[in-house]
């Protein structure tokens, strides 16, 4: 089935620095979403991407959707502490079909 | 601006006994989907739903049925629960835009434990 691999799993940086992640796929997805998630809560949406070479920003967020469909990196700049969580990357093919999430990366920020 | 509203928050049953998760998905959004999420995993699809009719299956048991009903909210049942089934879960909804899926978004969730 459909695998993304997420990176890195963790991450423990100080505050104020840059922050990347990235996802890869063994097949395309034509919808690139990425999530936070805190603890017993539900994924809030950061950023959708819907076409290949897509660079989107949300505020100190920027993405990218992979030119080839099978991947897509998630950039944090100036990281401040209400950051921490754990983020998922997600993909989906179709309308309708399953999204299909990374294993997330948990990130931690020392003050 | 309203959200995907789940209940229960919060359900703790017996061995063998069933449940049922309900999911109200963002006005006008006609697709529904169903997710578990165990301890420190990432989220796993269960079922999807668009315009009422079944759209996509992952790995839901089939002791677990799901429908989306003519108002597109929807209702997760599950019978004869086992402590497995222990779990966070989610309901997400989106609106269909051709052939994308637009932004999908997830409600809180409902916190299953069974005993």
């Known amino acids: 089935g459909q695998q993304l691999n997420q990176s890195p799993q963790s991450m423990f940086i100080q505050e104020g620095e840059d922050v990347s992640m990235n996802c890869t796929s063994s097949?395309?997805?034509?919808?690139w979403l990425w999530y936070k998630q805190d603890p017993g809560e539900g994924p809030v949406l950061l950023i959708a991407?819907?076409?290949?070479?897509e660079l989107t920003s949300n505020g100190r967020l920027t993405a990218q959707f992979g030119i080839t469909r099978k991947d897509s990196f998630l950039n944090i700049s100036a990281s401040i502490p209400s950051d921490v969580g754990i983020y998922f990357c997600?993909?989906?093919?179709?309308?309708?079909?399953?999204?299909?999430f990374g294993q997330g990366t948990r990130l931690t920020i020392n003050p | 601006a309203a959200g995907v509203i789940q209940s229960p928050r919060h359900l703790i049953k017996e061995k063998r006994e069933t449940a049922t998760l309900k999911c109200y998905p963002i006005p006008r959004h006609d697709t529904v989907y169903w997710y578990q999420q165990g301890p420190g995993q990432d989220p796993q699809f269960l079922i999807s739903f668009y315009e009422k009719m079944q759209s996509d299956k992952g790995s839901i048991p089939d002791r677990f049925s799901a429908q989306q009903f003519s108002d597109y909210h929807s209702e997760l049942n599950m019978s004869s629960l086992e402590l497995g089934d222990s779990a966070l879960y989610f309901c997400?909804?989106?609106?269909?835009?051709?052939?994308?899926?637009?932004?999908?978004?997830f409600g809180e969730g409902s916190r299953l434990t069974v005993l």
């Open positions: 997400a909804s989106s609106l269909a835009q051709g052939t994308y899926t637009g932004e999908l978004f």
């Open positions: 997600a993909g989906q093919l179709t309308r309708a079909q399953k999204l299909v």
């Open positions: 097949s395309i997805f034509n919808t």
């Open positions: 991407l819907y076409k290949a070479g």
